[in-house]
T-cell receptor, first 114, second 113 residues
């Protein structure tokens, strides 16, 4: 599985867009990019995932560069409740043995302030 | 509400004691997972179960055992607790469709003294 690099922390003003970068320069062609977040001490929550096209859902947008070596998670209008640790994870599709294992790094701690 | 339920939420053990962390899902997903999270760190996979009756080791299995007796339940056992096992433990399943990806339980905060 490709390794990811994220900044340890970021700040964002409430109501502004939060853009969280992730570098995954060793990603291979069949590996997806997943984003999860963990609010305080709760279990991580799925946000979005993608392969090569940009993706959008009700929570966020995922922008993947054309060479797929980096991506950005965008929270269009950050609120105080978006304060959390955000994890960028790369994982291959076609899991062997019928399991889906994601390796969580240290993530980015996003602080949204008034 | 559909989800993953973990018990207990908090536990304090003395070194050498044993205990079982319980996890149950009502989402009918095949695969289930146990992770641990130490302060300021990401999650590390302890064991997983691809389907009922099968289990496999993850990154940090030493000191733990698991049981997947049925599709719904996946338990984690500490036979002889050590202070190094002080952590927050999360159980999760993996689903497709509307519940795509991991669904995590709320965690068990374990302290070994």
């Amino acid at each position: 599985d490709a390794k990811t690099t994220q900044p340890p922390s970021m700040d964002c003003a409430e109501g502004r867009a939060a853009n969280l970068p992730c570098n995954h320069s060793t990603i291979s062609g069949n590996e997806y990019v997943y984003w999860y977040r963990q609010i305080h001490s709760q279990g991580p929550q799925y946000i979005i995932h993608g392969l090569k096209n940009n993706e959008t859902n009700e929570m966020a947008s995922l922008i993947i560069t054309e060479d797929r070596k980096s991506s950005t998670l965008i929270l269009p209008h950050a609120t105080l409740r978006d304060t959390a640790v955000y994890y960028c994870i790369v994982r291959a599709a076609g899991f062997s043995g019928g399991y889906n294992k994601l390796i969580f790094g240290a993530g980015t701690r996003l602080a949204v302030h008034p | 509400n559909a989800g993953v339920t973990q018990t207990p939420k908090f536990q304090v053990l003395k070194t050498g004691q044993s205990m079982t962390l319980q996890c149950a899902q009502d989402m009918n997903h095949n695969s289930m997972y146990w992770y641990r999270q130490d302060p300021g760190m990401g999650l590390r996979l302890i064991y997983y179960s691809a389907s009922e009756g099968t289990t496999d080791k993850g990154e940090v299995p030493n000191g733990y055992n698991v049981s997947r007796l049925n599709k719904r339940e996946f338990s984690l056992r500490l036979e002889s607790a050590a202070p190094s096992q002080t952590s927050v433990y999360f159980c999760a399943n993996w689903g497709q469709g509307p519940n795509y990806g991991y669904t995590f339980g709320s965690g068990t905060r374990l302290t070994v003294v």
